[in-house]
């Protein structure tokens, strides 16, 4: 602007505050696509996480050789078991002997996946990330080098007595790497909340409602088979010592127990407000009856009930569903805004308690599997059963819960 001073113009010219470089980067997204830096910092954090993961796996199992030689063998024997753990891991299927492995220990689902999401944080804080198309193109790199490793580790881990599906390992190795590295890209470039934006419904409430009560079905689980091993004590250390007769073997016998602990806990949330379980044929345990055969020998079997009915599991799983949908419905009220009439609120905690049944079937489908062929051929719960039950459970009591909820608070304004 020009201003007028002692009869002479002088122009005076406007400063402005510098803006960030995180804004302006964030307001001025690439129109030409995402820099081959960015592009290479996303292809080395896929190499990363794929040797993180099989750097922990190939130290526990190459220790174990160390101090056991029989374990795997030659000198490449540790280095196969470390490729078939690593690919157990992401839902393949290893079939030694004729004997089809095929159950995901989800302890190491869960440990690859935070390998793959702190690679992909890393990368997104590398590459300075911000716009949508920067995401896709270092997610889509990163997703490349991390299945092409996964397909060389899948021709290591084959032999002439272990082969491996690659459909099914490939798959799960590209799911697993693209759900957690576009989690960690979606948060370091500040889209965490991206969801929330998109769709048009309360997504904070329904989601807290939904979350609320997964966590107290997973707390229930997991007290569950902790007072199950708690209560045969004798019968999980008979079978841990049949299984590690020395220290060495004790402590593989502990990692295996602990990276299938998440398992048996949905197992037992199956137990609680589901169909119930299989643990291979002719093996049923529910809240209304047990019938067991052939089990695995491992030590998790030890918190199977022995009795053939549990009449205090039948009450626990009528009233526990029942409590676990007041506390959703109850959630999504507190999280919904005040003008909410108490029919909506009801029709969206029901949403809730649909996305719950959904996610426990989807958990169910996860931990299922097998541990061998014929009586070992089925263990988990049925993933349908567990989706139709949770489903006539958690959405009407949760959507009556909400309703009364909602009109007991707008009668005392």
């Not at 049923?284 to 030890?302: D, E, I, M, N, Y």
Request: proline fraction near 5%; glycine fraction near 14%; charged fraction near 10%.
């Amino acid at each position: 602007m020009t201003r007028l001073h002692g009869g002479q113009v002088t122009s005076v010219m406007t400063r402005r505050p510098p803006v960030p470089a995180s804004r302006a980067r964030a307001k001025s997204p690439r129109v030409t696509g995402t820099a081959p830096g960015a592009l290479i910092t996303g292809a080395l954090a896929g190499l990363g996480a794929a040797a993180a993961g099989l750097t922990m796996l190939g130290a526990l199992i190459g220790l174990a050789w160390i101090v056991e030689p029989t374990v795997g063998g030659s000198v490449l024997g540790p280095a196969r078991l470390s490729a078939q753990a690593w690919l157990l891991g992401h839902g393949a299927n290893v079939e030694a002997g004729g004997v089809v492995i095929a159950i995901t220990p989800l302890g190491l689902t869960v440990l690859l996946g935070v390998c793959c999401w702190y690679a992909a944080c890393w990368a997104g804080r590398r590459a300075a990330v911000g716009s949508l198309r920067d995401i896709a193109g270092v997610l889509g790199t990163l997703v490349l080098s991390y299945t092409a490793v996964g397909v060389g580790v899948t021709q290591l881990g084959m032999t002439s007595g272990a082969q491996i599906h690659l459909g099914a390992a490939v798959s799960g190795i590209v799911a697993l790497c693209t759900a957690t590295g576009l989690a960690g890209l979606l948060r370091t470039a500040g889209h965490g909340r991206l969801l929330h934006d998109l769709v048009p419904f309360p997504s904070r409430a329904v989601l807290s409602g939904a979350g609320a009560g997964a966590a107290v079905l997973l707390a229930a689980g997991l007290a569950t088979v902790a007072i199950a091993i708690g209560v045969d004590r004798a019968g999980f250390a008979t079978l841990t010592e049949s299984l590690a007769p020395n220290w060495t073997a004790g402590i593989g016998v502990f990692v295996v127990t602990l990276l299938l602990l998440p398992n048996a806990v949905l197992y037992a949330v199956a137990l609680l407000s589901g169909p119930g379980f299989a643990v291979g044929a002719e093996t049923t345990v529910s809240a209304f009856g047990v019938t067991l055969g052939l089990v695995p020998g491992l030590p998790l079997a030890a918190a199977l009930p022995d009795d053939p009915a549990v009449p205090l599991g039948a009450i626990v799983a009528l009233v526990f569903p029942a409590l676990t949908a007041v506390l959703v419905g109850a959630v999504v009220v507190r999280r919904l805004d005040e003008d909410v009439g108490a029919s909506r609120a009801a029709g969206w905690a029901a949403t809730a308690g649909l996305g719950l049944a959904a996610a426990m079937a989807v958990a169910q489908w996860l931990a299922a599997g097998s541990l061998g062929n014929d009586r070992l051929a089925s263990i988990g719960a049925s993933p349908m059963a567990t989706l139709l039950i949770a489903a006539a459970v958690f959405a009407p009591l949760a959507g009556l819960s909400a309703y009364a909820l909602r009109r007991w608070r707008t009668r005392g304004r």
